[in-house]
């Protein structure tokens, strides 16, 4: 039997800006989105649409501790960020220590002894964030980074291509399966950056000739 490895699931709300598509049969997130869950292995289950019970522990406990934080603070003045976030760690501690009404124990205990066996580790690596725009290669098969040009294999000339920019590397795909990465330039150029690989046969005879003089 395969053994299941741990995920986390994250419950969002079905805002536009996260959640693309969400029916009884498929759930379509921005791929930015999904590159991030991917990278925490967490598993996006967005909520129904009118369908707040699908959260409600997360939701009520976040409110109740920002109104029980803000209302012991309310008389307090800060004169900077760093006061402010000092007093909220104090109380969110003093908030965690305090002994249940209904039940044994605090929030801190409920942590260690309920939740804390199932956290994971981060990933060695931080998460890149990444861009993802669509581009149709031109006759000049170059793809635009917003900055500068870069090339593409010249059989696709008059595809449609994905391409996902980060501030270190500018990557393209087609139909899923990478076909160009260059190390992105943040400066603009003059000259579009190419690859030898993506030129035409005939150009790439032309080149050759010209670098033996």
């Known amino acids: 039997m395969e053994r299941l490895e741990k995920c986390i699931v994250l419950i969002p709300d079905n805002l536009k800006t996260g959640i693309t598509k969400n029916t009884r049969y498929e759930t379509i997130i921005p791929r930015t989105y999904r590159e991030m869950s991917d990278h925490y292995n967490t598993a996006i289950v967005p909520a129904r649409v009118r369908h707040p019970d699908d959260k409600p522990n997360a939701e009520g406990s976040v409110k109740f501790a920002t109104t029980w934080i803000i209302a012991a603070l309310r008389n307090y003045h800060f004169f900077s960020l760093d006061e402010a976030r000092s007093a909220v760690s104090e109380k969110l501690e003093e908030l965690n220590s305090r002994p249940f009404q209904k039940r044994i124990g605090n929030r801190r205990l409920a942590y ?6 199932f956290m994971q580790p981060l990933p060695t690596t931080s998460y890149e964030l990444a861009v993802w725009s ?6 000049d098969y170059l793809i635009n980074d917003g900055i500068n040009k870069y090339s593409v294999p010249f059989d696709l000339i008059g595809e449609h291509v994905d391409i996902r920019t980060t501030n270190e590397t500018v990557e393209v795909f087609f139909h899923g399966s990478r076909v160009a990465s260059h190390a992105r330039l943040l400066k603009a150029q003059q000259d579009p950056v190419k690859k030898p690989e993506h030129m035409p046969p005939e150009h790439q005879k032309y080149r050759k000739r010209s670098i033996l003089g």
């Open 112 to 117: 260690e002894n309920e939740e804390k066996a």
């Open 134 to 139: 669509t581009a149709k290669v031109q006759n």
